[in-house]
């Protein structure tokens, strides 16, 4: 199992978070891979931020968070405005509401922000990087069985409605060497949909949602999810997830059926943004994405496959 790296050199910047809703304390933390894995914070810093958004959550005020960072390794520009994100790829279903408020303004919702999100199928494999080793022992991807495109499956925009809510049906993710279970997102504001994808406008916040280690094992145990075996990371051990809890980006999730995984979960999270700030360069909007850390899955995207660059600018 991994051990729980941390990098105390992070740049930050300004990133927001809010609770509310259904979320017991809504937000992201920073995430990322290269240059920025998890602030380290005292306990006693960890639970005043926690009371703290708790006490957001009965209010409706805001709160600043942790800066957003590079987005990962495994980061494609061109994903489609799409709802449903699956295409076919099995697993246990996840629907996810995300809501997207403005901080500096009250938290009132901000219509027309384009949520990115995009992860890993239940075997560690992310499209566009199918001969990435995934740790332990996986089938290859391409015995999924599925007839999913390997350049774009599991990765997508949504656009806010006048609430600030956008909604995707996917899959809870597998996991891969050395990760927890987790799912990427960006934020942007400014663009417009454009032949089917989301073009201009800039990033206002990177960073990842997170799973309850208990709900993930429960998950796992399930096919598709149980032909992958090995040591899967836990929260504890994870190099970006830094323990804060909603406050860190573990999301809240509710069970479809409380006695049956399988029938899947609804994860909730308010994301609180500056729209007039951008997340540029080692602050997370760049697409190089950064390195895998040591022992990550490594690989070159199959011939054709969407190349990684900048993220859109103004």
Not at 27 to 53: C, E, I, V
């Amino acid at each position: 199992m991994t051990g729980n790296h941390k990098n105390t050199t992070i740049t930050r910047r300004r990133a927001l978070a809010v609770a509310g809703g259904t979320v017991a304390a809504g937000g992201l933390a920073a995430a990322g891979y290269q240059s920025a894995f998890a602030d380290t914070t005292t306990s006693t810093a960890k639970a005043t931020t926690a009371a703290t958004a708790t006490s957001s959550a009965s209010s409706g005020t805001c709160m600043e968070l942790m800066s957003s960072v590079t987005e990962g390794p495994y980061y494609l520009d061109g994903a489609l405005v799409r709802k449903n994100i699956t295409e076919g790829k099995s697993g246990v279903p996840l629907t996810l509401r995300l809501t997207v408020v403005d901080a500096t303004d009250g938290c009132t919702p901000v219509p027309g922000a384009a949520v990115e999100i995009w992860h890993c199928d239940a075997w560690g494999y992310y499209s566009g990087y199918t001969t990435a080793n995934p740790g332990g022992s996986a089938p290859a991807e391409s015995e999924d069985g599925s007839t999913a495109n390997d350049k774009t499956y599991l990765r997508g925009y949504q656009v806010a409605n006048a609430g600030g809510v956008v909604k995707f049906e996917t899959i809870v993710p597998g996991w891969y060497t050395p990760r927890t279970c987790h799912i990427h997102l960006k934020v942007h504001t400014g663009g417009a949909k454009e032949d089917g994808t989301y073009e201009g406008g800039k990033v206002n916040y990177t960073g990842q949602l997170f799973f309850d280690d208990e709900i993930a094992e429960s998950i796992f145990a399930l096919e598709p999810y149980s032909k992958h075996t090995g040591s899967y990371t836990k929260l504890a051990d994870d190099m970006v997830y830094d323990g804060g809890g909603a406050s860190s980006g573990l999301l809240t999730l509710k069970a479809v059926h409380k006695k049956d995984p399988s029938k899947g979960y609804k994860g909730f999270l308010t994301l609180g943004i500056d729209p007039d700030a951008e997340n540029t360069g080692a602050g997370g909007g760049g697409g190089g994405g950064g390195t895998p850390p040591s022992g990550a899955p490594t690989g070159e995207p199959p011939t054709g496959a969407p190349s990684p660059s900048s993220s859109p600018s103004a």
